[in-house]
T-cell receptor
């Protein structure tokens, strides 16, 4: 089983739609959680951190459910510019404390 | 600041050839890492460094060497290229441990091994 799993999609939604992605992680000792965005043939960039209490950044809302070991990302009022691959990222405890990436969920927002 | 730079952008190698992928950052970051990205696999950590002179292995280190003689540079060496090393390689850096600080990624190197 992969340490971080995501539905690869693709998700094709019309402009203005609300779309949600889920991500599950297998290591219960995981400590930090992030969503990164990756445009086609570009490098990943941090979208937002995910906090236990949930957090919002404009049209984006991230939630963490430690009991069920999943993270979610909700995008409201989708824009064409939101089209990208969204990567779920987890950091587990231990000496490495490095990022473990999910394989990504591809989103296309259609006009 | 140029941020994180990588060279070359594209490279084609024959099986058995060696080469070095360059990574440099001008942000005085202590932490630097190399990842590879394959279709459907996400990014996987190859090697990382917590400061000049200190390196360690990540999830998929076989076939790769690194060194960190300066804070700015973190080259990745392919000793004897194999088709399984065909991938996109990203270098990343941050001030602090990745758990507490944003990782900045370079633009990537697309490597094909024939």
């Amino acid at each position: 089983r992969k340490e971080v799993e995501q539905d690869p999609g693709p998700f094709n939604v019309p402009e203005g739609a609300t779309v949600a992605f889920n991500c599950t992680y297998s290591n219960s000792a995981s400590q930090s959680f992030f969503w990164y965005r990756q445009d086609c043939r570009k490098e990943p960039k941090l979208l937002m951190s995910v906090y236990s209490s949930g957090n919002e950044d404009g049209r984006f809302t991230a939630q963490l459910n430690r009991a069920s070991q999943y993270i979610s990302l909700l995008i409201r009022d989708s824009k064409l510019s939101d089209s990208a691959t969204y990567l779920c990222v987890v950091i587990s405890s231990g000496s490495a404390r490095q990022l473990t990436f999910g394989s990504g969920t591809q989103l296309t927002v259609l006009p | 600041n140029a941020g994180v730079t990588q060279t070359p952008k594209f490279q084609v190698l024959k099986t058995g050839q060696s080469m070095t992928l360059q990574c440099a950052q001008d942000m005085n970051h202590e932490y630097m890492s190399w990842y590879r990205q394959d279709p459907g696999m996400g990014l996987r950590l190859i090697h990382y460094s917590v400061g000049a002179g200190i390196t360690d292995q990540g999830e998929v280190p076989n076939g790769y060497n690194v060194s960190r003689s300066t804070t700015e540079d973190f080259p990745l060496r392919l000793l004897s290229a194999a088709p399984s090393q065909t991938s996109v390689y990203f270098c990343a850096s941050s001030y602090s441990p990745p758990s507490t600080d944003t990782q900045y990624f370079g633009p990537g190197t697309r490597l094909t091994v024939l």
